[in-house]
């Protein structure tokens, strides 16, 4: 059967998809596999238990799926209860940890299923002709999971989600919803079950569900001499420090708005626009040969191998993922012909069959000899760009899953190639190099969830906006980057960004840490004479960001290039961890080029054209350059450089 009851735009096609999956063996008994995880570190916490096997009930009733103007849901028969080990190619992975079931608020009785999904650490691999570091090893130590589930709406609707790990709540309050700003109605259903009610909103709205009993602290263990970062651990023990309290196992809600009519021609091929390839539900690897302008992934499971990722041909300007389908593979765009690429819809791509940097110059097998393989790794989308002339991208909807390496890149001519990124998500990002998007000249973002492994909005660019990201930050890289090199980067703006959790953990000064962020020299990390004076940052605004919990450090700035009218307004963060604050120190230096000449820096104190950070509070408490709680010792952490006085200012 097809892996939902979705709205079909061409039935006998799609009745000839859910032959193939039936014929597949896409319907499987539904039956829980074991899991477990440590216990967790807060206090008055209770242990968690292995996941409780799914009733009998579970494994019989068919789910029922919405399709309706206001509600639409999807399902996979196909599914797979599997926390340890790689699934089947032609199977979904199922959360064995929740499960959710939607309802409008005008029918709050009749109850959808929506699929939940999970990614695990590796995908279940584990290291495959490497072991090296590849930044899944606490994870992966951990059984740290993340599960979830999309939906599209029109209107107000309840959002049930349960528990199926045994554990139980006596009280919607021992619920949280993050982002905290989001004050959703809660109802305790029963014991292992809590009803959301979600507003409609055009944006959508991309949230955690986060139950008491999941939760668990993460530490460092303090290792090593100073100079050394330490290891995370899930134990208290003597002397670890907490770094910060997240779910062992996460579970993501992503209400989506259903397309109006005026969107639709943009989102959802039709007939009128183009020729289109309708790949069949299973192993997909002829991708390269095609004819058509359009790939369009109907509702199913398609898997790509891994030892192949598709390379379109030229005439290929659109790939939809229908809202259920679930793609196992990588997809690029070699050719720069098209004027506009579209990857559109609500489906899932998902990189789980692929090693960590899977190099194409290697069989697909991991990095094998050289020291990067940013140009031959396997990246979850990748395009080229022409030289002096204009191309557009619209991404919209689509969850990338389990990226192996850098999940979006454009090579070519970076200022000529600009992007609408709408209702984008990136989930399971256990690897190193599991970067968010790098937005060029002329490029908006709005609306969008990052889970991500490294630097999550990467502002390269000039005329570049970015408004509502929600963001679970794993350990490594910053929030927000504009550094690693001399840029010239004019009139950025960053508004509402909620970074709901992170494991940033280092107990040395890192380079490229804190939420905000301009790193040293790539080439070398630790060098102060890569600098270009002549190279100008200037007018970047970053607005409303709120960190829950606690984090390591505010804004590490080693500046490679001259920088003027940075504006940082109302940056919240909940509170430190519990490193020193020696290692939670913001610092602002400027570096020079080989001759030793300085980059400038704006004066604040006297032009107003520094660094200005208003409104910058720490557990509710403004931070004042005018106080006694700036410095780096205090309440603000504020380290920077003496020099610099009259380059900054806090208020």
Avoid at 21 to 39: D, F
Avoid at 68 to 96: C, I, M, Y
Avoid at 106 to 131: E, L
Avoid at 399 to 423: A, C, K, L, W
Wanted: glycine share 8%; aromatic share 10%.
């Amino acid at each position: 059967m097809p892996a939902g009851r979705l709205r079909r735009l061409d039935r006998l096609a799609a009745v000839a998809a859910g032959l193939a999956l039936a014929l597949a063996g896409a319907i499987v008994p539904t039956t829980a596999g074991a899991a477990s995880g440590p216990p967790p570190e807060v206090p008055g916490a209770p242990a968690l238990p292995a996941a409780a096997p799914a009733t009998a009930k579970a494994a019989t009733t068919r789910a029922v799926t919405a399709d309706t103007a206001q509600l639409r849901t999807w399902w996979h028969d196909n599914h797979e209860f599997n926390t340890t080990s790689p699934v089947a190619k032609g199977k979904v992975r199922r959360s064995s940890f929740y499960d959710v079931k939607v309802a409008t608020a005008a029918g709050p009785t009749k109850k959808y299923d929506s699929f939940a999904y999970m990614s695990i650490p590796r995908s279940g691999k584990g290291k495959i002709g490497y072991t090296k570091e590849d930044g899944a090893e606490f994870a992966s130590s951990a059984n740290l999971t993340m599960s979830w589930s999309s939906f599209q709406y029109t209107t107000d609707v309840w959002v049930d989600v349960s528990l199926r790990t045994g554990q139980s709540i006596s009280t919607a309050d021992q619920v949280r919803i993050r982002p905290s700003s989001l004050t959703f109605a809660k109802e305790l259903v029963n014991s292992r079950t809590v009803r959301v009610k979600v507003p409609y909103d055009a944006k959508g709205h991309r949230f955690s569900v986060e139950f008491d009993p999941q939760l668990y602290t993460a530490y460092n263990d303090m290792s090593g001499p100073e100079t050394d970062a330490g290891k995370l651990t899930t134990s208290a023990g003597s002397g670890n420090r907490a770094i910060h309290t997240e779910p062992l196992n996460s579970m993501m809600i992503f209400a989506e708005p259903a397309p109006t009519r005026a969107e639709k021609e943009r989102l959802v091929p039709t007939e009128a626009s183009g020729t289109t390839h309708y790949p069949e539900p299973g192993q997909v690897t002829d991708l390269n040969t095609i004819n058509e302008e359009i790939v369009y992934f109907r509702p199913g499971t398609y898997y790509m191998t891994s030892k192949y990722h598709a390379l379109l041909p030229k005439q290929v300007k659109w790939v939809y993922l229908a809202p259920g389908a679930y793609v196992k593979g990588a997809i690029r765009f070699p050719d720069d012909s098209q004027n506009l690429y579209k990857v559109t819809g609500y489906g899932v791509l998902s990189g789980e069959q692929y090693v960590y940097e899977a190099d194409t110059n290697n069989s697909y097998d991991h990095l094998s000899g050289a020291s990067n393989c940013h140009s031959s790794c396997v990246k979850m989308l990748q395009f080229a760009s022409a030289q002096s002339r204009q191309q557009h991208l619209d991404l919209q909807g689509v969850t990338i899953n389990e990226p192996p390496y850098h999940s979006f890149v454009v090579y070519g001519d970076e200022q000529t190639f600009s992007m609408r990124v709408d209702n984008y998500k990136q989930v399971g990002s256990w690897y190193w190099q599991t970067d968010g998007i790098e937005l060029y000249r002329g490029s908006t973002m709005k609306n969008t969830f990052f889970n991500a492994n490294d630097d999550v909005l990467k502002m390269y660019h000039s005329d570049v906006s970015i408004d509502n990201t929600v963001i679970w930050k794993n350990e490594n890289g910053p929030v927000i980057q504009w550094g690693w090199t001399p840029r010239n980067i004019d009139n950025v703006r960053v508004t509402n960004t909620h970074v709901i959790h992170n494991r940033m953990y280092w107990k040395d000064v890192k380079y490229n840490t804190c939420i905000l962020n301009s790193s040293s020299h790539w080439e070398d990390m630790g060098s102060t004479t890569k600098a270009d004076p002549n190279a100008w940052v200037k007018n970047m605004t970053f607005e409303n960001i709120t960190v829950e919990g606690m984090t390591n450090c505010a804004i590490r700035a080693f500046a490679l290039s001259s920088t003027e009218n940075i504006h940082v307004k109302n940056l919240k963060i909940g509170g430190w961890n519990g490193l020193d604050a020696s290692s939670q120190i913001s610092l602002l230096k400027r570096y020079t080029d080989t001759a030793g000449q300085k980059v400038i820096l704006g004066n604040e104190t006297s032009q107003g054209r520094g660094l200005k950070l208003e409104n910058y509070t720490v557990g509710g408490a403004v931070v004042s350059k005018a106080g006694d709680n700036w410095q780096a010792d205090r309440l603000g952490r504020l380290g920077f450089d003496a020099e610099n006085w009259d380059n900054w200012m806090a208020f």
